[in-house]
């Protein structure tokens, strides 16, 4: 778009993206829980000809491994490691990473209290 100081702004083109996953909570014991998951991201783009860029459809596999402590019932903090790597885009099964490259690592730390 264009703002009024005649500037032409380009936002992104991404249309929708969906993430799936698949996740098993095993109880080690009272305190910590294991979370192996299976996720898999899906991110279709519109065209755009301004910016030379054509559509897209990218999926994504991860899996990640998770580490859940609980110490009480109302608090707990969870540290997830992944690794994504892209398998699938516009149409054909490619493999645009490399497996397990220590680049598409991620570490994510959540925590949530409950009221």
């Given at each position: 778009f264009e703002t009024q100081s005649g500037k032409t702004i380009y936002t992104t083109?991404?249309?929708a993206e969906l993430e799936s996953y698949v996740q098993v909570n095993y109880?080690?014991?009272r305190l910590f829980r294991l979370q192996p998951r299976l996720s898999w991201f899906d991110e279709w783009k519109m065209r755009s000809p301004v910016n030379g860029l054509?559509?897209?459809h990218v999926t994504s596999f991860a899996p990640s491994l998770g580490l859940e402590w609980r110490p009480t019932r109302n608090f707990n903090t969870?540290?997830?490691y992944s690794n994504t790597t892209k398998f699938y885009a516009n149409r054909?099964?490619?493999r645009t990473d490399t497996p397990y490259d220590?680049?598409?690592d991620q570490l994510v730390a959540?925590?949530?209290y409950r009221f």
């Open positions: 083109n991404k249309q109880k080690i014991n054509s559509s897209s969870t540290i997830i054909s099964f490619i220590p680049n598409n959540l925590t949530s």
